[in-house]
């Protein structure tokens, strides 16, 4: 947690509208905590403005983690200054909902892109006199722009997938499945100290890399094989997202010229796509550059672009900024973001290069800077 957070939660438009906002994506209590709590876990964040008998953010904590949750608010200055917490114990009943009422709450925020029918519905019966509002937009405007802190913990979620993606190509041998080369990368993640992975690793093979989100299977790779490899590590809650893909063994094999021509070409459409990272730049022009660069690189080729260039990462590895064709976000400073595009032709394969930015003042990092494969 920072106070950089919780300004640019505070200081949101909607935000002014609203006496309280209700909490409960566990994305978005990992946000603002810091740390990420396994069981329900709710957060009520007061306006100050206009609620003079609440100043405290409330966090509602499951007994079970109560303590060590209490814990680590402790160690941090700023967390016991700005939180206090409620224990929520088996015995007890409604916390959250008697202790909304005591505050006499006309509008209450809640996250409608998260809440299911059912539970708003409960929301409504709980509290009668309220009136609700749509608030996911604080949440996903405040997320939007990364702080020092997270882009460094991004930045430790890039390496560990850079180790898994190394992993595979210094170890593949001929015959092995592509769940057995999932399976040592993840385990090398883990090792250095990933929490997890960021998503189910794909590694696809041959005639299968043409598929764009073709799932780890049980086929054995053989030379010749175009191989796409996605992978992405999480750390203290963050996560990577990268692509390669690079031929196995692959001269003097059949159709190599092609796989090759295939292959240097997305990585030279990528290259283009980078190249346009700016601040100010609308996320719709840069995926249209990509596409037109597909079309008159290969007329035969250029509509097998089937997917967006890409998309933010931070908590969740798809949030916003989308960088597509409808897509309305344009680039700023503190962005993460993957520039990704890709060409799949049945019967040959395909091909996907993708890096993780941070959009700077001018430019980008590139915090995925290995080795792409040209042939």
């Avoid at 608010?73 to 224990?87: A, H, P, S």
């Avoid at 959250?96 to 929301?123: A, C, H, P, R, Y």
């Avoid at 409504?124 to 802190?149: C, H, P, Y």
Wanted: proline residues 2%; neutral net charge; aromatic residues 8%.
């Amino acid at each position: 947690m920072s106070n950089r957070k919780i300004k640019r939660i505070k200081n949101h438009q909607l935000f002014d509208s609203i006496d309280a906002l209700l909490i409960k994506k566990p994305q978005n209590i990992l946000y603002i905590l810091g740390f990420g709590i396994e069981s329900d876990t709710t957060i009520l964040i007061p306006n100050t403005e206009r609620l003079k008998n609440s100043s405290k953010i409330l966090a509602f904590i499951n007994a079970l983690e109560y303590d060590e949750v209490k814990a680590q608010i402790e160690q941090n200055k700023m967390l016991r200054n700005e939180i206090k917490i409620v224990k929520i114990a088996r015995a007890e009943e409604k916390v959250v909902e008697k202790t909304i009422k005591q505050l006499k709450l006309n509008t209450l925020g809640f996250e409608d892109e998260f809440i299911s029918v059912k539970s708003f519905e409960q929301l409504q019966e709980s509290f009668k006199d309220i009136e609700f509002v749509g608030a996911s937009e604080i949440l996903i405007d405040a997320r939007l722009m990364k702080t020092e802190n997270e882009i460094q913990k991004m930045k430790k979620a890039a390496e560990l997938g850079i180790l898994g993606f190394n992993t595979i190509y210094e170890r593949i041998e001929d015959g092995m499945t592509e769940k057995e080369l999932a399976a040592m990368a993840e385990f090398a993640m883990r090792k250095e100290g990933a929490d997890g992975i960021a998503f189910k690793t794909i590694v696809a093979s041959g005639n299968r890399s043409a598929f764009p989100h073709g799932k780890t299977s049980e086929k054995r790779v053989k030379k010749g094989d175009i191989i796409i490899v996605d992978i992405g590590a999480i750390y203290h809650g963050y996560c990577s997202d990268m692509t390669r893909t690079f031929i196995f063994n692959g001269k003097n094999t059949p159709n190599f010229s092609k796989k090759a021509e295939l292959v240097n070409l997305v990585n030279e459409a990528q290259k283009e796509g980078l190249n346009e990272v700016a601040v100010g730049r609308e996320a719709s022009e840069l995926d249209s550059i990509v596409r037109e660069f597909f079309k008159n690189k290969n007329k035969e080729w250029g509509d097998r672009f089937i997917h967006s260039l890409g998309h933010g990462v931070g908590i969740d590895v798809h949030e916003k900024p989308y960088i597509s064709r409808i897509s309305e976000d344009v680039l700023k400073e503190g962005m993460c973001l993957t520039i990704e595009p890709g060409l799949y032709i049945p019967g040959l394969g395909g091909a996907r290069t993708e890096d993780l930015l941070v959009v700077k003042k001018k430019g980008y990092e590139n915090l995925t800077p290995i080795e792409k494969f040209y042939y």
